[in-house]
Structure formats: structure tokens, C-alpha cells
């Protein structure tokens, strides 16, 4: 006959598990189904600072963590009732299936040591062969650290999130401030079409326009230092002093050398103002062109191809209070239709994915277009394609000028 195995022994069974709880680094303890404590581990003594002789074979496992009686988390398993877990628990899991346990979190200020810790606490039930309910067990974490650094993660991204919004009313307000200073009516009344795109909130190029009372048209395309805010101030002061020497028929030569003055005087060293400047004649066909530190102004015919192109021959603005920097201004004739296109260095420069800027050829290839054609939004799909959804790192700005015959 085979031998028969030998009965188990319960006894010795239990008392391993009693010793095997007692002794895990998890601070656990484990209630009957009377909700008496039968187990209060060397874990959970540290945790608690309340010892096992204090608390086993009574409901008093509460004054572990709190001031006055109210149910832990293994009551409510204990219990089967979960009316109360939103007023006991800050963070738990919805109850729905109890046999598996049941999640929760929450801060506890810890009578016998007197310190507030932030437990993390997990709760089953066991059963026996039969169903009926032997035990509870309840493990407990202490997550303080981790929650405090939670908690400070939480404010300081609550003060950015301040700072940001301050900041988005402020940018707001100075754009508004900006935009109230160009007079876009005088830009339609000139008939120029031009686009500014901004590699942030606020744009560093600037570009004007305006009628003088004797009928001449001026234009103006300037490129502040950077982009931004600080850029977009940088321009600031050109604004009012163009309009002011327009509307008194000056110069071309005089509003290059009073904007080249007020910005030597205003802005901080290492700034300056790249521009070019048009003053076109269009009854007598002639102008004038002004290039300082931006890329050359192309005078393109009917069919789009490039008749001339006005490079820089001047110093930018603000960048010496000596006029003798600036004074280079050339001339120019039309006996056909014609177009003047000036842009900023961020057309030039705009870079795509691979690393290549859009460069000359791209740009005379957009350019190649009949007069009748959209030149800006020509440009733009270029660039567009061109950028392949990369951010543009510098403001874009094109300003188109018709010269009629």
C-alpha cells in the first residue's frame, strides 16, 4: 500500500504565517471579523509608534492615527459598508468588488509620534472554505515625501501658470499698445501689400507706409535687433518720427539721418535697427532707395525677373550717431510696370528640417512670377514648404510696392 500523507498541522501553519506577518518590512496588521486586532507587526510599530501589546486583541488600532475613534479601512471591508469612504479618504478606489481588496489614501496625523504623514492604504478580506469572513488584513505605506513633492510640484506649477497668464495679459496689453501706434489706414491708403509673421507674440520687424502731402509715397522696412518684445520696443521710436516727416514732406536723406539719431540715442548698446527705406515719385517714375544692414531690395519687371537689386550700403540704424554711416542713397527710374519687394533676413534664413535656409535661389524662383500674380501669398506657400512645419526662428516681413507707368 502507498503511504498515506500526513495530516496537515493547521497549528504549526498558523503560527508561521502569525511569525511571517509579524516580521515584514510592511508595516500590516490584521483584524478578525469582530474587528479585534490579531496581528500588529514591527513594521507597523515604527510606523505608528504604538506597540502590539497596546492594540492586539482590541478595536483600539484607531488611536494609531487618529485623535478620536473612527473606522480604518479594514473596518469598512470588515463591515462590507462603504457609505463613509468619501468623508475618510481624500483618494480611494470605487469599492465595487470588495473581495479583491480596496485602495486609499489620505493624510493622518499620527497621535503617538505626533507627526502628519500621508499613508498609502490597501485592505482585503479573508474567507474561509466556507465563504464566511476570518480576517482582514490592512498594509499601510507611508508616501509623505513623495506626496509633499507632489504638493510642491503642484504650487510651483500653479505659479507659473500665474506668471503665465500675467504675462499673456501684459503681452496683450503692449501688442494693443503697438498696434495702436501703426496706422494701418495710412498703409491701405498707400496701396502697398505686405505680411509680417512673427516667430513669437510680438514682431521685431516693422513695416509703414504713407502718403506726403505733396503725393509721395514712403516706405519703410525695418528689422529690430532679435525678436520679441524686446525687438518689437526696439522699433518703437521709429514709428512717430516717420510719420512726423512724412506728413512734413521731408527728405528721404532727412528722415534716414532724424530715425538714425533717435535711435542712437534710445536704444542700449549691442541694439540696432536694420531698414531699408522707398520714396517713390510715381507721377515723374522716379525714387529713391535706402539699404542699411537688411537684404537687397529687388526691383523686379512685369514677367517678375529681376531688373536691379539694391544691396546694402549703410551701416544699420542706432548703430553710430555719425551720419557719415548712412548717407548712401541711389536712384532709381521706371518706364514699365514694375514691382519693389523688400524683406527681412528671416525670409533669407528660414531654415527646414534638413538644416538649409531658403536662400537666393529659392527666393528669385519665387520671386519669377506676372505682375498680376499674388506675389505674397507666392512667397509665403514657398516658405511654408520650405519650413515643412519647423518654426520659423526669426520674424518674416515682405512689403511689395507697385511702380505704375
Given at each position: 500500500m502507498s503511504p498515506q500523507p500526513a495530516a496537515p498541522d493547521h497549528g504549526h501553519a498558523t503560527s508561521f504565517a502569525i511569525t511571517l506577518m509579524a516580521h515584514l518590512v510592511v508595516p500590516t496588521f490584521v483584524l478578525d471579523a469582530e474587528r479585534r486586532v490579531l496581528i500588529w507587526n514591527h513594521a507597523c510599530e515604527r510606523l505608528t509608534g504604538i506597540r502590539a501589546d497596546e492594540v492586539i486583541g482590541t478595536r483600539d488600532h484607531w488611536r494609531a492615527f487618529y485623535d478620536s475613534p473612527r473606522p480604518c479601512l479594514a473596518d469598512l471591508v470588515a463591515d462590507n459598508d462603504w457609505t463613509a469612504i468619501d468623508k475618510l479618504y481624500t483618494t480611494h478606489d470605487a469599492p465595487d468588488t470588495p473581495a479583491f481588496g480596496v485602495h486609499a489614501e489620505n493624510w493622518c496625523v499620527m497621535p503617538a509620534r505626533g507627526e502628519r504623514r500621508y499613508l498609502v492604504v490597501d485592505a482585503g478580506p479573508v474567507f474561509d472554505d466556507?465563504?464566511?469572513?476570518?480576517?482582514?488584513?490592512?498594509?499601510?505605506?507611508?508616501?509623505?515625501?513623495?506626496?509633499?513633492?507632489?504638493?510642491?510640484?503642484?504650487?510651483?506649477?500653479?505659479?507659473?501658470?500665474?506668471?503665465?497668464?500675467?504675462?499673456?495679459?501684459?503681452?496683450?496689453?503692449?501688442?494693443?499698445?503697438?498696434?495702436?501706434?501703426?496706422?494701418?489706414?495710412?498703409?491701405?491708403?498707400?496701396?502697398?501689400?505686405?505680411?509680417?509673421?512673427?516667430?513669437?507674440?510680438?514682431?521685431?520687424?516693422?513695416?509703414?507706409?504713407?502718403?506726403?502731402?505733396?503725393?509721395?509715397?514712403?516706405?519703410?522696412?525695418?528689422?529690430?535687433?532679435?525678436?520679441?518684445?524686446?525687438?518689437?520696443?526696439?522699433?518703437?521710436?521709429?514709428?512717430?518720427?516717420?510719420?512726423?516727416?512724412?506728413?512734413?514732406?521731408?527728405?528721404?536723406?532727412?528722415?534716414?539721418?532724424?530715425?538714425?539719431?533717435?535711435?542712437?540715442?534710445?536704444?542700449?548698446?549691442?541694439?540696432?535697427?536694420?531698414?531699408?527705406?522707398?520714396?517713390?515719385?510715381?507721377?515723374?517714375?522716379?525714387?529713391?532707395?535706402?539699404?542699411?544692414?537688411?537684404?537687397?531690395?529687388?526691383?523686379?519687371?512685369?514677367?517678375?525677373?529681376?531688373?536691379?537689386?539694391?544691396?546694402?550700403r549703410n551701416l544699420p540704424l542706432g548703430v553710430s550717431r555719425d551720419d557719415a554711416g548712412i548717407d548712401a542713397i541711389e536712384t532709381l527710374a521706371w518706364t514699365a510696370p514694375a514691382r519693389l519687394v523688400l524683406l527681412s533676413d528671416g525670409v533669407i534664413e528660414a531654415t527646414g528640417p534638413g538644416g538649409e535656409a531658403f536662400g537666393e535661389l529659392r527666393l528669385a524662383d519665387a520671386l519669377a512670377c506676372p505682375r498680376d500674380t499674388d506675389l505674397i501669398a507666392r512667397l509665403r506657400d514657398a516658405l511654408t514648404a520650405h519650413l515643412d512645419t519647423c518654426p520659423a526662428h526669426d520674424d518674416i516681413s515682405v512689403l511689395v510696392i507697385d511702380c505704375p507707368a
Open positions: 466556507a465563504g464566511q469572513l476570518v480576517a482582514v488584513v490592512e498594509t499601510l505605506r507611508d508616501n509623505t515625501a513623495n506626496k509633499l513633492n507632489e504638493t510642491k510640484v503642484a504650487e510651483q506649477a500653479s505659479i507659473l501658470q500665474h506668471h503665465y497668464e500675467e504675462h499673456e495679459r501684459e503681452a496683450k496689453m503692449a501688442r494693443r499698445i503697438l498696434d495702436h501706434q501703426i496706422r494701418t489706414d495710412l498703409i491701405r491708403q498707400a496701396g502697398v501689400r505686405y505680411t509680417v509673421m512673427p516667430a513669437t507674440h510680438f514682431s521685431g520687424d516693422l513695416i509703414l507706409a504713407a502718403r506726403a502731402p505733396d503725393g509721395r509715397l514712403f516706405a519703410l522696412l525695418a528689422d529690430a535687433t532679435g525678436h520679441g518684445l524686446a525687438a518689437a520696443v526696439s522699433v518703437l521710436p521709429v514709428v512717430q518720427e516717420f510719420y512726423r516727416l512724412v506728413e512734413q514732406d521731408e527728405s528721404l536723406a532727412t528722415m534716414v539721418e532724424s530715425i538714425n539719431f533717435v535711435l542712437a540715442n534710445s536704444l542700449p548698446a549691442g541694439r540696432f535697427v536694420a531698414a531699408a527705406f522707398v520714396c517713390l515719385d510715381e507721377a515723374a517714375h522716379r525714387g529713391e532707395v535706402w539699404v542699411g544692414g537688411i537684404p537687397g531690395v529687388h526691383l523686379l519687371d512685369d514677367t517678375g525677373q529681376v531688373l536691379r537689386c539694391f544691396e546694402s
